[in-house]
C-alpha cells in the first residue's frame, strides 16, 4: 500500500517557525507537493518541488517565509515554514504523482499522507 506519512506540525505563535517532513513508500523524485487545507476552505498548493528538486513553485501567499526540499536519499520531502501567520493555521497535507504535468492541481495527485495539523496564534 502506497504511503505518506507527514510529521513536524505542531502550535506555534505568530512569526514562528516550523520544519515539516514527509516520507513513505508513495515518495516520488519527480513531483512532491505540500498542500493546506483550512476548516471550510478549499485545499490549496502551498509550494511544489520538481524537475528531481531543481525547479519549485511557492503560492504567493508563502513566497520569501517558506522552503521546499527533498532528499532523494531519505525519500524525505520538508517544508521550512518561517515567519507563520494565524492564516497559515490549517491541515498540511504531502503528495506526490509519479508522471505528468508539475506542478499540479490537487486532483492530479494520486497519493497523499493524512496530514499534520499547523496552528499559529496571534
Known amino acids: 500500500q502506497v504511503q505518506l506519512v507527514e510529521s513536524g506540525g505542531g502550535s506555534v505563535q505568530s512569526g514562528g517557525s516550523l520544519r515539516l517532513s514527509c516520507a513513505g513508500s508513495?515518495?516520488?523524485?519527480?513531483?512532491m507537493g505540500w498542500f493546506r487545507q483550512a476548516p471550510g476552505k478549499a485545499r490549496e498548493a502551498v509550494a511544489i518541488?520538481?524537475?528531481?528538486?531543481?525547479?519549485?513553485y511557492y503560492a504567493d501567499s508563502v513566497k520569501g517565509r517558506f522552503t521546499i526540499s527533498q532528499d532523494n536519499a531519505k525519500n524525505t520531502l520538508y517544508l521550512q515554514m518561517n515567519n507563520l501567520k494565524p492564516e497559515d493555521t490549517a491541515m498540511y497535507y504531502c503528495?506526490?504523482?509519479?508522471?505528468?504535468?508539475?506542478?499540479?492541481?490537487?486532483?492530479?495527485?494520486?497519493?497523499w499522507g493524512q496530514g499534520t495539523q499547523v496552528t499559529v496564534s496571534s
Open positions: 503528495a506526490a504523482k509519479g508522471s505528468g504535468r508539475c506542478p499540479a492541481p490537487p486532483s492530479d495527485f494520486g497519493r
Open positions: 508513495g515518495y516520488s523524485s519527480y513531483c
Open positions: 518541488i520538481y524537475v528531481g528538486g531543481v525547479r519549485t
